[in-house]
């Protein structure tokens, strides 16, 4: 079978896939979500003129020639309203960090250029109009936009949100995505393991990379090679599923059992690929009856697996999700060491642990064995560095990298 290029692979279960349907939420609950519509702002904010420093409010035509004594009429706290206090000439308002600005004041004295004396204080530097002051709708304007449709929320949105009072937003629906691993060979937990027996490792770590990623897990459980359960556990998955992740039995075995049961569920889009890449070679899709559930067969090899999910999986679940920026950053670095390779007609993945040096460069090196079931590298990489079809590329030159983990670069 022709390999495809994993740009076209990618294409094609892209365009297989497409956006949920936006839901009202809590905006506690929105952190990762996507907005499904424009946030406008009916307030400013800050919502009054208010000091952004401890010190005097003060009149900046009476502190033009310093040192200047002034009258202290009261102070202000934040929280306070100033009621009738007013700031006439000659007079300074004690006033703390987000206090109201009183009427009279156009600018705000720092308290360690101050001395205070009885009644008075002794303003010792200069300050023109609008020093240390916030204005009303410095940082938002009464009728701003104040994000686009489709910005991602972050903490500091959820900040800004809540700064507006909004309690509920519109969000798209984050995608609902089973797991099941598929292999007679497979066993779970501790236990002395019988001959030709392998623990599941691909179910809890596609999970938790889910997880991760922002998208709601739904653990199917393990499946053994029989066609007729895997095809009953995904056609009841498909159902309250938006995605489901399968690995394991897509390459040419006697029993890589999963194309065939795509083909048999009678699913849109059910395709059987050959991705010119490694890891992450054996590759399959469909989406199911009732409702387009989107299935990703999945190498079964650990490593495979994952890779599979980033190139394949982890786009179009962002996709479903509302974010219009699908992918991981992808960065220029230089290789620490030769990383050779064999021309084979494919793109090659290799794990590597990328660290920015003190002139801001990113190196990498590789984490360890490359091989597809070689997980632990996969645990010790921050990155995979792409290989193009060739002989490699030597020490000390450039190489194009996925940052999977920017946190541990
Ligand atoms: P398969 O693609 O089903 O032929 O599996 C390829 C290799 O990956 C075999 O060595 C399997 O035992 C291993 N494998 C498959 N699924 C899993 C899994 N869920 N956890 C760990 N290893 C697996
Ligand atoms: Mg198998």
Redesign the pocket.
């Known amino acids: 079978m022709a390999l495809v290029t994993i740009d076209d692979a990618r294409g094609f279960v892209l365009s297989s896939c497409h956006r949920l349907e936006p839901v009202v939420i809590p905006v506690g609950e929105a952190v990762g979500h996507v907005l499904a519509e424009p946030v406008r702002s009916n307030e400013a904010v800050p919502p009054f003129t208010n000091s952004s420093m401890d010190g005097y409010a003060v009149r900046s035509g009476d502190v033009r020639q310093v040192p200047a004594t002034l009258r202290v009429r009261g102070a202000l706290m934040a929280g306070d309203d100033p009621g009738t206090l007013v700031v006439g000439e000659g007079e300074a308002v004690r006033i703390m960090t987000g206090a109201v600005l009183p009427p009279g004041a156009d600018a705000v004295c720092m308290v360690e250029h101050t001395r205070s004396e009885g009644g008075f204080v002794v303003i010792d530097e200069a300050v023109g109009p609008g020093t240390n002051i916030r204005p009303a709708g410095g940082d938002i304007a009464a009728g701003d936009q104040v994000f686009a449709a489709g910005a991602p929320l972050s903490a500091a949105h959820i900040g800004v949100l809540a700064s507006l009072g909004m309690e509920q937003v519109l969000v798209y629906r984050r995608p609902r995505v089973g797991v099941v691993?598929?292999?007679d060979?497979?066993t779970s937990g501790p236990g002395p393991l019988k001959l030709g027996k392998?623990?599941?490792?691909?179910?809890p770590a596609l999970l938790a990379q889910l997880k991760a990623d922002g998208f709601v897990p739904v653990d199917l459980g393990?499946s053994s090679?029989d066609p007729d359960g895997l095809a009953k556990t995904l056609q009841e998955a498909a159902l309250e599923c938006d995605a489901l992740l399968t690995?394991?039995?897509?390459?040419v075995?006697d029993?890589?059992i999963v194309k065939t049961v795509l083909e048999k569920l009678g699913g849109q889009h059910a395709r059987w690929l050959q991705v010119a890449v490694r890891p992450g070679k054996?590759f399959a899709f469909s989406t199911l009856p009732p409702n387009g559930a989107a299935v990703f067969g999945l190498?079964?090899?650990?490593v495979?697996?994952l890779v599979s999910y980033e190139l394949f999986a982890r786009p179009s679940l962002r996709l479903m999700a509302g974010h219009e920026d699908l992918d991981r950053p992808r960065l220029a670095a230089r290789a620490g060491v030769d990383l050779q390779r064999q021309r084979d007609g494919r793109l090659h993945l290799v794990r590597v642990q990328a660290t920015a040096s003190a002139d801001g460069v990113l190196h990498v090196l590789p984490s360890g064995g490359q091989s597809s079931?070689q997980l632990h590298a996969l645990a010790s990489a921050n990155a995979l560095a792409f290989l193009p079809d060739g002989e490699g590329v030597a020490a000390g030159d450039i190489v194009e990298v996925m940052v999977l983990d920017a946190d541990a670069v």
Do not use: F, I
């Not at 392998?198 to 179910?203: E, F, G, K, W, Y």
């Not at 690995?247 to 390459?251: D, K, L, N, P």
């Not at 190498?299 to 650990?302: D, E, I, K, M, R």
């Open positions: 691993s598929t292999g060979e497979l392998v623990r599941d490792s691909n179910r393990r090679d690995s394991g039995g897509v390459s075995g029993r890589d054996p190498p079964g090899n650990p495979s697996a079931n």
